[in-house]
């Protein structure tokens, strides 16, 4: 089945720094991949669609300053957290699309916890 | 607005029974709504998709119904077992298709011995 890595799954980082997230799909292209947060007890809500070769769409209310993405290739999509602060702190997911299928169901990476301190 | 609604309170049951989430919606038409589970601290893992044209779904113990009229979704899990114990997520496109969804606030289930 199609398996989606994150790295790191945990990091503590001090407030002030930056932060950057890896999603990679291991065994099929993306051209597109996702960005969530999810807070305790909470949903996930997406902050951005990361596309292959192009500039990231960001939701509404997401600093595309403070969180970039780069989506370099096929297979990795990064999510940097810069000068992060401790309201920063969240559950972050990727996922992405199977370029190749004609479904439209995502595959979620495992996730990284972040501790801004 | 749109608005996806789940039942935000826990859903406790005896193993072997079957537990019955829903998942309402407003101000969509989608053409198609997706199933999935969270376990905690975990992304979560697709598990049925169900398209406008389609009244049920079926995988093994999973069962969905899409009722486009009613804006609402029903996901049944039949012959309940502890490991069902989960988050269930339901999710939907913002339009009539899309690669971007939005996720309902998820119901938790927790399936006792």
């Known amino acids: 089945g199609a398996v989606v890595s994150q790295h790191p799954s945990r990091v503590i980082c001090k407030s002030g720094t930056s932060v950057k997230i890896e999603c990679r799909s291991l065994?099929?292209?993306?051209?597109?991949m996702f960005w969530y947060r999810q807070f305790p007890k909470q949903s996930l809500m997406l902050m951005a669609t990361?596309?292959?070769?192009?500039?990231?769409?960001?939701e509404q209310g997401v600093e595309k300053d403070k969180f970039l993405i780069n989506h370099a290739s096929l297979t990795l999509s990064t999510l940097t957290v810069t000068s992060a602060h401790p309201e920063d702190s969240s559950f972050y997911i990727c996922?992405?699309?199977?370029?190749?299928?004609?479904?439209?169901?995502?595959?979620f990476g495992p996730g990284t916890r972040l501790t801004v301190t | 607005s749109q608005k996806i609604e789940q039942n935000s309170e826990a859903l406790n049951i005896q193993e072997g029974k079957t537990a019955t989430l829903t998942c309402n919606y407003t101000?969509?038409?989608?053409?198609?709504l997706q199933w999935y589970r969270q376990d905690p601290g975990r992304g979560p893992v697709f598990l049925l998709l169900?398209?406008?044209?389609?009244k049920e779904k079926r995988k093994e113990r999973l069962k969905v119904t899409f009722d486009t009229t009613l804006k609402q979704s029903l996901f049944h899990i039949t012959a309940s077992q502890p490991a069902d114990s989960a988050t269930y997520l339901c999710?939907?496109?913002?339009?009539?298709?899309?690669?971007?969804?939005?996720f309902g606030g998820g119901t938790r289930v927790l399936v006792k011995p």
């Open positions: 101000n969509y038409s989608p053409a198609y």
């Open positions: 990361s596309n292959e070769g192009s500039k990231a769409t960001y």
């Open positions: 065994d099929f292209q993306a051209t597109t």
């Open positions: 996922s992405a699309r199977d370029s190749g299928s004609v479904t439209y169901e995502q595959y």
């Open positions: 169900i398209r406008e044209n389609e």
């Open positions: 999710a939907l496109p913002p339009g009539a298709a899309g690669n971007k969804l939005t």
